[in-house]
């Protein structure tokens, strides 16, 4: 019996010393404004009778945000008539998983146009007093359950913008919905309209108009369309930027409201790729205080072709099977969701990157070397510690010597410590 019960305590010993690990980073944390998003488009994308899929799919990642879009030509098809039904049910299905809605409200309704017959008639300006009582229908209705309201999409290139690009026409839009939203619920926020890529111009021009004063967050997409380079070069420029213009708009907060990376057979790089460069720009972004949330584009592949870009940009393919960038994203959630970022340090001639944060009592250490393999030896005897990869498997190695080494790559390696 006496043996007995020394194993059963040393068991329990075992046990609590794992379970020490788990806690703080095997569930969704509670009460955090999340930074994690996506653009699942759950409300156009989908047939009503599989919402369920996509919807079990963000709760299973962990997600805190979904980007979805209010377009205007299907809920009011013709002048007066608003079609509430499929949205209603998706929301509701949103705020029963406690997900939060970012809003993109888009573009024009083709009879609110001076040409409702011409092609992509929905991307030329609509006329405002229409645009108004859309915008202000929706806010009205969606009151208490979205809170946050984006304007238009990437108006800073003609295939969103028609005939040609023009800020001065977007600020338009922009003061209108601002004005209605602030009216129809004073503590919703207006999201800015995310450029295609940080387009430095065409905000610069926004803010010489003044257009600061309408709205609460910048938003920006800021894609590296070459897709197979490593990313860190052309991101740490690309949010360098987006913090200057940040402060001109008064230190506003930033959003990443799209990028990503596709799979596939032609721009599109490989599942293992596109998971190592989601983990590491969600880490980069750490360094850049005004950038509060980042929207991965897409939930889901759009297509099977694997020779189409705009096809395979998602984190799970057309038939739902999830990518290797799935389980990368929600091992980072799971892990730095409700951390605190503490301090980075990059050599840039080795291509290594070492970034700290600290979440619960613990410590949390994530590397990467985007220039050949090396070694990272932990020689304090006295911690516990846990090593995960980019995908969240336990790669945890025997001390030898009081020591442990941890092999570095181009695969962020997460090493969680106790002090």
């Known amino acids: 019996m006496k043996k007995l019960r020394k194993i059963v305590l040393v068991f329990c010993v075992l046990l609590s010393s794992f379970l020490v690990f788990l806690i703080p980073f095997g569930a969704r944390t509670q009460g955090i404004d999340s930074r994690f998003g996506v653009n699942a488009f759950v409300l156009n994308r989908y047939e009503q ?41 998706a929301i509701s299905q949103f705020s029963s998983l406690n997900i939060s809605i970012l809003g993109v409200l888009d573009y024009s309704a083709p009879w609110a146009t001076s040409d409702p017959n011409r092609t992509d008639a929905d991307k030329y300006m609509p006329n405002i007093a229409d645009w108004q009582n859309f915008v202000g229908r929706v806010v009205d209705r969606y009151k208490g359950q979205v809170h946050y309201w984006q304007i238009w999409n990437e108006p800073n290139v003609p295939v969103f913008f028609k005939p040609e690009p023009d800020a001065g026409k977007y600020l338009e839009l922009l003061k209108s919905a601002h004005e209605i939203i602030k009216q129809k619920d ?30 609460d967050v910048l938003a920006v997409h800021p894609y590296s369309f070459d897709f197979r380079s490593p990313p860190e070069e052309k991101f740490l420029k690309n949010m360098k930027d987006a913090q200057q213009l940040s402060e001109k708009f008064g230190g506003k907060p930033i959003w990443l409201t799209e990028f990503g990376w596709p ?29 509060k949330k980042l929207f991965w584009y897409d939930l889901r592949n759009d297509g099977d072709n694997k020779n189409d870009r705009e096809n395979n940009f998602g984190l799970i393919n057309k038939d739902y099977t999830k990518k290797k960038s799935f389980l990368a994203y929600k091992n980072l959630i799971n892990i730095l969701e409700g951390s605190q970022f503490e301090n980075a340090n990059i050599n840039g001639e080795n291509g290594f990157y070492d970034f700290y944060f600290i979440k619960g009592g613990y410590k949390i250490r994530v590397v990467w070397k985007i220039n050949g393999l090396d070694n990272l030896t ?18 945890t190695s025997k001390k030898e010597n009081g020591s442990v080494v941890v092999g570095i790559s181009d695969s962020p390696v997460f090493i969680i410590t106790n002090k």
């Not at 980007?67 to 499929?86: H, L, M, N, S, T």
């Open 49 to 89: 009778s599989e919402l369920s899929k996509p919807v079990n799919i963000m709760k299973d990642l962990g997600i805190g945000w979904s980007r979805e879009e209010f377009i205007w030509r299907d809920i009011e098809p013709a002048k007066g008539d608003f079609q509430w039904k499929d949205y209603d049910e």
């Open 186 to 215: 004073p503590g919703a926020q207006v999201v800015l309209a995310g450029t295609s890529g940080v387009d430095v111009g065409y905000l610069e021009e926004l803010n010489n108009l003044e257009a600061g004063n309408f709205f």
């Open 263 to 291: 799979t596939g057979n032609i721009e599109g790089v490989s599942e293992d790729i596109q998971a190592k460069y989601l983990a590491r720009i969600y880490l980069i972004s750490y360094q850049f205080p005004n950038v």
């Open 378 to 395: 932990l020689v304090d005897s006295s911690i516990d510690v846990k090593i995960l990869d980019f995908v969240g498997a336990d790669i």
